[in-house]
C-alpha cells in the first residue's frame, strides 16, 4: 500500500481541528510548512517538466543525427556518416549511443578498417553503462571477425554466455560455435552445439531463417564426408 500524501494528511487535520474551532492556532501552527511543502511541489513539476522537455529534445537531437547518417550511407556518403555516428555517443546515452556505434563499427568494417571496428566493438562491450544486448551483439560480432584469426577455445569461452536459453543471440553464437568446434576438430562437440540449435529452432518464431536448415545440412555432412584433419574448408 503506497503511503499516504503528507499535504493530504495536513489538510485533513486542519479540517478536523476546525471543527473544534481550533483552525486558526492549526494555521499558525502549519502555515510555514504547508506553504513550503506548496513551494516544493511546484519546483519539484516545474523541475520535471524541464528534465523532461531536455530529455525529449536530447532523443530527437539523436534522432535526427541518426536519420542523417543512415541517409549519408544510402548516398555512400560514408565517411558523413560515419563522422555523424561518432558524435551520438558523446553527447547522448541509450539505445542511440549504442545503436550508433554498431553501425560505425559495421561501417568500418565494410571500408576495409578491421582493427578500427574491433576497437569499436570492444568499446561497447566494455560499457558497463551500455544495454547488454547490444554488449553481446559485439560480442558476437568480434567473434564472428575472429574466427579465421584467434584461437578458437578463447573465441568458444566468449560465446558460452550467448549460448545460453535466455540469451536472443543463441542461435547465431550455436551455430559459430559449431563452427569453431569443427575448426578445432572436435566433432563430437560440434554435433552437440548442432543438435541443440536444430532443437532450440523448432517451432521457434524467433528463429532466424535457416539455420535449423543449415545446421541439418552439417550434421549430415558428418555422416557423408571422410573425417576432416580440423580446418575448415
Avoid at 50 to 55: C, D, E, L, P, T
Wanted: glycine share 6%; aromatic share 8%.
Amino acid at each position: 500500500m503506497k503511503g499516504r500524501n503528507p499535504v493530504v494528511d495536513i489538510f485533513d487535520e486542519i479540517r478536523e481541528e476546525a471543527n473544534e474551532e481550533k483552525w486558526l492556532n492549526l494555521w499558525k501552527k502549519y502555515q510555514n510548512y504547508i506553504y513550503g511543502l506548496i513551494m516544493a511541489c511546484v519546483l519539484a513539476t516545474a523541475g520535471h517538466v524541464y528534465w523532461k522537455r531536455h530529455m525529449n529534445s536530447k532523443s530527437v537531437e539523436a534522432s535526427e543525427k541518426f536519420i542523417n547518417a543512415l541517409e549519408s550511407i544510402q548516398r555512400k556518403s560514408i565517411k558523413t556518416a560515419i563522422g555523424l555516428l561518432e558524435e551520438i555517443p558523446l553527447n547522448h546515452s541509450g539505445a542511440y549511443k549504442d545503436l550508433s556505434r554498431l553501425l560505425v563499427a559495421s561501417l568500418l568494417q565494410e571500408e576495409g578498417d578491421e582493427e578500427g571496428a574491433r576497437d569499436v566493438y570492444r568499446s561497447i562491450v566494455n560499457d558497463r553503462g551500455g544495454h547488454a544486448i547490444y554488449g553481446d551483439l559485439a560480442l558476437l560480432r568480434l567473434a564472428y571477425m575472429g574466427f579465421d584469426v584467434e584461437d578458437p577455445k578463447t573465441l568458444l569461452k566468449s560465446l558460452e554466455p550467448l549460448t545460453k536459453a535466455s540469451s536472443p543471440w543463441k542461435f547465431s553464437a550455436l551455430e559459430l560455435s559449431a563452427l569453431l568446434w569443427i575448426k578445432r576438430g572436435d566433432e563430437a562437440k560440434a554435433k552437440e552445439a548442432l543438435e541443440r540449435l536444430i532443437n532450440e529452432t523448432k517451432d521457434n518464431k524467433e528463429a532466424p531463417a535457416f539455420v535449423g536448415f543449415r545446421a541439418e545440412s552439417i550434421l549430415r555432412s558428418f555422416k557423408n564426408e571422410p573425417k576432416k584433419d580440423g580446418n575448415l574448408s
